[in-house]
């Protein structure tokens, strides 16, 4: 089923359906992007691919007025959390004028959105600068409908939020309508949960199986096979007897985990875990680290990463190669395999990255340091999807309604 197909289902409007020529046009983006010291931009995926709904807009003479979130400024104003780099990023990419007022509502705002002339774009400033955003205020909301006549949702990594200019807004906008970003990652993740190419594997990971358990429980009727890393497999690995030592586990959540390995056997879902792991003593750079065995972990060993016989086991799984396996053809990825944030524990998340780059599957990266991890491996070309939202790839995966979706049902042109 194509997009188009699924927002008419949904009923849900296509950016390309609404009536966009001189109208002032609400772009609600996800530039949540992180930032270093120096305030400048480290990873621009989630700009870039908003991109395609900014020319489409602009193309179609609309009046472009872009909206945002980033960081977690919880209403108070603070320079790091300004949406000043991304001005600058999108001045330079979309080759134009990028207005950026002190607020993303009051005069300021007004006075540029007043004002605005063909071909400039005005960035409103940070929309957590306000606490009305994250509390879903209708207040907040109308200042906001009050500067445009069309709003448009491409930020998929918010929709799981029912914040103001998210849920409250499009609401209170007769012209509303999906982005060309969001209309993709509807359409991708929905085939996920309801006609994935077989096989289909489901490759998790970080750190706790309470994030993912409704994914899994969610996803058991579509794939058959489960592949576990990161410290969520420890949790399994207690489950199926193993000592895990110091490392991360989920203690009340092992008998979830035995009772979710019952249900893949039922269901002959084959379930994949390490079987041997990098492990220290305590999780710092220079800690000494050593390769240990399911079993043979001791009571002071943290598990940090997967080790190179897992390695070499997920990667010939994922190939097909490994007895008993058949190369998936389609592959969703969700987690690290390890404590990814150190250099020395990112091996296992960069090797697996490779691996599933080589597949000839399609394969769907579902956001977080998923993403972070084809970036590195440098294979992010590779992959057939990477999806912009981790927390909202996840819920809309657990089959939760998504607020921000739901809001956009029923529009006009």
Known sequence: MESGALLKDLNIRSVRELHLANKRVLLRADFNV??????AITDDTRIRATLPTLQHIRKEEGRVIVCSHLGRPKGKKNTKDSLEPVARFLAEHLDCEVLLPDDCVGD?????????????????????????????????????????????????????????????LPKLMPARGAGLLLEKEIEVLTKLMQSPEQPYLALLGGAKVSDKIDVVENLL??????????????????????????????RDHVMLARHLLQRCAERNVQVWLPVDHMVVSEVAPDAPARIVANGAIGASDIAVDIG?????????VLAGTHPGSKAPRTILWNGPMGIFEHDRFAGGTTAI???VAQTAATSVIGGGDSVAAVRKAGVTPLISHVSTGGGASLEFLSGKPMPGITALRGGRR
């Open 353 to 355: 990255a490779k691996a």
């Open 221 to 250: 009727p579509q794939v058959n096979a489960l592949m576990i890393g990161g410290a969520m497999a420890y949790t399994f690995l207690v489950a199926q007897g193993f000592e895990m030592g110091k490392s991360l586990v989920e």
């Open 34 to 39: 992180p930032l270093d010291a120096e305030g």
């Open 108 to 168: 300021a705002a007004g006075h540029l959105v007043a004002n605005q002339r063909p071909g400039q774009v005005v960035l409103l400033e940070n929309l957590r600068l306000h606490p009305g955003e994250t509390e879903n205020s209708e207040d907040f909301a109308r200042k906001l409908a009050d500067l445009c006549e069309v709003y448009v949702n491409d930020a998929f990594g918010a929709v799981h939020r029912s914040h103001a200019s998210v849920v409250a």
């Open 308 to 316: 190179p016989q897992t390695i070499a086991l997920f990667a010939d």
